[in-house]
């Protein structure tokens, strides 16, 4: 007998951070496997050089198959402003993305995964229905304002203990998936259709590239994608 009938709730989405001109590179990708995402874009994000940022033309044309999040004006660190300042930030990031795409946007991403309870409340009072944050390692939302994700694409150092556990405390696996983040990203998807729950992939396209994962993270799309009975949705469909 298997388990069809009482198959759990399983929902993917991904989402990219800081509007790099290196997005759609990504986003190509992301078509190739028919994966939404959700762009998390600082229009004037002082982090990236003027040259390389994602032109208005760029983010338009995101918007034919993907959705466009809010990420702060500037990419200023949230925790180091004033009030007022902070305030502006995640307002005039939104105003300035709403009149490039000409549409509303309801997503937005803590810039580095730095806020407070204040930051917490003006996010919600500019009108946004949900906020990322960098936590990983879940397979629940949780609070839609401090929304946790699942996998980084990304190797982080830093997770040893949780890579013995997600491998079922096998050694052989645990050290392959230490070296191959690709290999800790497709163990968390299995988990995710044995149990349900929410898998949220994110990353950013220009560290992507620094680190030349570009076919890591298609592994990862090509293990994920297309599987029956998985819901493959933007971030904003999270906020219903
Ligand atoms: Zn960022």
Not at 43 to 52: G, K, L, Q, V, Y
Not at 200 to 206: D, E, K, R, T
Not at 209 to 217: E, H, M, P, T
Request: proline share 5%; aromatic share 10%; glycine share 8%.
């Amino acid at each position: 007998m298997t388990e069809m009938t009482n198959q759990p709730r399983v929902v993917v989405t991904t989402s990219w951070d800081d509007g790099h001109h290196l997005d759609p590179k990504l986003a190509a990708l992301l078509d190739k496997y028919d994966v939404p995402g959700t762009f998390y874009i600082a229009p004037r994000n002082i982090e990236i050089d003027p040259a390389n940022r994602l032109s208005h033309d760029g983010i338009r044309e995101l918007t034919e198959r993907h959705e466009i999040g809010g990420h702060t004006l500037s990419h200023k660190r949230l925790p180091f402003l004033s009030d007022d300042e902070a305030r502006h930030e995640i307002q005039a990031g939104k105003d300035e993305l709403e009149q490039i795409i000409g549409a509303p946007i309801t997503t937005f991403c803590y810039p580095r995964g730095e806020y407070n309870a204040k930051h917490v409340g003006m996010v919600r009072e500019s009108g946004f229905g949900l906020a990322r944050t960098v936590d990983r390692h879940s397979l629940e939302v949780g609070d839609l304002f401090e929304a946790k994700t699942t996998i980084n694409a990304y190797a982080h150092l830093v997770d040893g203990p949780t890579i013995l556990r997600i491998a079922r405390m096998r050694p052989a696996a645990a050290v392959k998936m230490y070296f191959n983040w690709e290999d800790f990203a497709m163990a968390w998807f299995d988990k995710c259709l044995r149990e349900g729950g929410v898998y949220h992939l994110w990353g950013h396209s220009w560290e992507v590239d620094a680190r030349g994962d570009w076919a890591r993270l298609e592994r990862v799309l090509d293990y994920i994608c297309r599987r029956p009975d998985v819901e493959y949705v933007p971030n904003g469909a999270l906020i219903a």
